[in-house]
């Protein structure tokens, strides 16, 4: 499971290494794919492959469908974490999210979020901000039996 966060810096060769209690917990093959705002998804094999299964089940003749298709898996790369957990970036995918020199690497149970800094910071304060929506985790059942 991958909890926490952590901001670490790009090398000029356009390789991050992923902090070591998230990087221990991955397979040296992962799956790097565009996200839903403007970051970028880490999959271990597992879950790629669980999220791959899921999206052949949906119904082709939807255009929405074919939209998440193509913007998850047209846009993935297999990449091979390095001995030490270090990961290269795709010059294109580092461009989507608009990286610097720096990355917010945030862990999301089966998978892990690659932000810029100052996007994250921004999600932060938005989930932060109970007086905006008090009611909004209102629909979710969150429940420990």
């Known amino acids: 499971m991958f909890f926490g966060q952590s901001i670490v810096p790009i090398d000029p060769d356009n390789q991050v290494a992923l902090p070591g209690n998230l990087?221990?917990?991955?397979?040296?093959?992962?799956?790097?794919?565009?996200g839903f705002d403007r970051n970028l998804l880490l999959f271990p094999e597992g879950a790629f492959k669980f999220l791959y299964d899921q999206m052949l089940s949906m119904n082709l003749a939807d255009p929405r469908a074919r939209l998440l298709l193509r913007m998850i898996l047209g846009t993935a790369v297999a990449a091979t974490l390095g001995p030490t957990g270090e990961l290269d970036l795709p010059a294109v995918l580092k461009d989507f999210a608009r990286l610097g020199d720096q990355a917010a690497i945030?862990?999301?149970?089966?998978?892990?979020?690659?932000?810029?800094?100052?996007?994250?910071?921004?999600?932060?304060?938005?989930?932060?901000?109970?007086?905006?929506?008090?009611?909004?985790y209102a629909s979710f059942s969150i429940t420990f039996a």
């Open 23 to 34: 990087a221990v917990s991955l397979s040296r093959q992962v799956y790097l794919t565009q």
């Open 106 to 136: 945030i862990g999301q149970g089966s998978f892990i979020e690659i932000w810029d800094p100052e996007q994250w910071s921004r999600q932060e304060m938005s989930y932060q901000d109970v007086e905006a929506d008090p009611e909004r």
